[in-house]
């Protein structure tokens, strides 16, 4: 099957959950979520559940846990760091089953392109658990619009599409 079938085997609206991990964002303040939202409503997919949870790795883990199984996508925003308070890889990857690896070597490769060396500080990454696509991207609003129009907006509906398979 090529790329066009692939492309039209894709599923055409995809459920998804948005979570901003920040100990300071707001609502207000929110813009890699609110860019998100605003992505995927465009490209005609739905927003079941959008939150803001501190970068606490039970508190994210929970969040997670809860849409996993449920829905076709979750995508964090934030916590992808090294800093010590960065902790959504390491509280969701133990949820998943499968990983991505492409995500996250494809991401950084682009983001490399736009901001050079700081690329290699980005644990962002994916993975699948229990059949829902989970995405962790940075917390920068153009880290997320890079990952979104680049990477997950293209490739959205055949993940799904794969995962019912």
């Given amino acids: 099957m090529g790329l066009s079938e692939h492309r039209r085997a894709a599923v055409g609206v995809v459920y998804c959950a948005v979570v901003t991990v920040s100990d300071t964002r707001t609502e207000a303040t929110d813009r890699s979520g609110r860019a998100i939202v605003e992505l995927l409503e465009a490209a005609g997919h739905r927003i079941e559940s959008k939150a803001i949870v501190r970068d606490e790795p039970e508190q994210v883990r929970t969040i997670v ?3 996993v199984g449920r829905l076709d996508a979750v995508i964090v925003t934030g916590g992808t760091g090294i800093s010590s308070r960065d902790t959504t890889c390491d509280a969701v990857e133990p949820l998943l089953t499968r ?3 492409g995500f996250g070597e494809l991401f950084r490769v682009l983001s490399y392109q736009e901001i050079g060396s700081a690329a290699m500080l980005s644990r962002a990454s994916a993975g699948i658990a229990q059949g829902t696509v989970v995405f ?5 609003e153009n880290a997320v619009r890079l990952a979104m129009t680049q990477l997950i907006l293209p490739e959205l509906g055949h993940i799904v599409h794969e995962l019912k398979k």
């Fill in 99 to 101: 990983r991505l690896e």
């Fill in 65 to 67: 846990g809860a849409h």
């Fill in 136 to 140: 962790m991207l940075p917390g920068s």
